[in-house]
């Protein structure tokens, strides 16, 4: 089978696009992902058994020049996409879609070209490409059940999880293993901080001063884009934290692997590791994302899986008091890790490319 994957630069589209493309790789299918939108965004490709091309794609909002230029550039990829399609003779039987307007160049290619197409949702409430392509999908690929309440009832829909990379999924570790790697403290609760592809700078340098006042816990805090400005003011380490810019993929899993608790945001990607992982959460939604990640979060805080801190609400005492209420109570710990663990869907790539091959 010959499949093409559309999607975007962001974390939160392209870990999944990849993960499903790799599965498919592995299933003896010929694979062609297109990566939409700003060329800034690097993005290393080699060595991974399939071809990687870039098209041009933009957001249409509000009104005038804006909408105007994302609705051409998206013209633009969608006609790159069909000249990449003729010059390789490349000739899919399907294409799926992560959503967010990086992937309406592919959909549109489909659309024109006849080729039946697959949608794969990360949140709660679907955004405006999965909303505008669902009723012409042969599935939607879900990671929440409550998706269904907001399509139409006649769109066939699965739910499979967000397929998280298998560098995660494939590193394990005892605690103690987990923070021996990481020079991590054996003895104290780790409570890890993960702002997230955006809004990372509010999380990071909240925690880096709630760490300077709370001794009974050590915190590993990934800054993102912010580290700099951060260890400029903090420092790299701390007597009970230690800031570092990212977290690579093998990191990543002995950190959820070494964590007491986890304090993140709610994008679906995070919320599909946090629950791989069984890990307790503190879950504080970023409020740039039009609610969805509040939507997202609700869903482990009704599981008993993890609890809610708005932004908004963001103070030294607070945070403080929520935090030693959690670490006071190791079983109340052991249960949210239970119930985290209950919701996860560790197949969901396999899921993914078993439903395609089964239509196709």
Do not use: C
């Amino acid at each position: 089978m010959k499949l093409v994957i559309a999607t975007g630069a962001s974390g939160g589209h392209l870990y999944p696009a990849l993960e499903v493309a790799r599965t498919a790789r592995d299933h003896g299918h010929e694979v062609l992902l297109l990566l939409g939108g700003t060329p800034r965004v690097p993005f290393r490709h080699r060595n991974l058994g399939f071809r990687v091309y870039r098209v041009a794609a933009g957001p249409i909002v509000g009104k005038g020049w804006r909408a105007l230029w994302g609705g051409l550039r998206i013209l633009a990829g969608t006609l790159e996409t069909l000249g990449i399609l003729a010059a390789h003779r490349f000739r899919p039987q399907a294409v799926v879609a992560t959503g967010s307007f990086a992937s309406v160049p592919g959909l549109l290619a489909a659309q024109l070209l006849r080729i039946p197409y697959f949608l794969l949702e990360q949140n709660v409430e679907p955004g405006a490409t999965i909303r505008h392509f669902a009723g012409g999908a042969q599935t939607v690929f879900l990671s929440f059940g409550a998706t269904r309440e907001y399509l139409p009832a006649d769109v066939p829909t699965v739910v499979t999880g967000n397929p998280v990379r298998r560098e995660l999924r494939e590193t394990r570790a005892e605690t103690a293993d987990a923070r021996k790697a990481l020079d991590l403290p054996p003895d104290r609760p780790v409570v890890l901080v993960l702002g997230g592809s955006q809004g990372s700078q509010i999380l990071a340098r909240h925690f880096a001063q709630v760490a300077r006042s709370f001794p009974d816990a050590y915190f590993l805090i990934q800054a993102g884009r912010v580290y700099e400005d951060l260890i400029s003011d903090y420092g790299e380490l701390g007597e009970n934290y230690r800031i570092v810019r990212y977290l690579e993929a093998r990191d990543m899993a002995l950190a959820y692997q070494a964590a007491t608790l986890v304090v993140s945001r709610a994008g679906g990607g995070a919320l599909a590791e946090i629950t791989l992982f069984g890990v307790p959460a503190l879950l504080v939604p970023f409020t740039g994302a039009r609610g969805h990640q509040r939507l997202n979060a609700q869903v482990l805080v009704q599981q008993g899986a993890a609890l809610l801190l708005e932004e908004a609400h963001l103070n030294l005492e607070t945070t403080r008091e929520q935090l030693h209420n959690l670490l006071a109570h190791p079983e109340k710990l052991r249960d949210m890790a239970d119930r985290a663990r209950s919701l996860a869907l560790p197949e969901a790539a396999e899921t993914i490319v078993k439903t395609i091959e089964r239509w196709a």
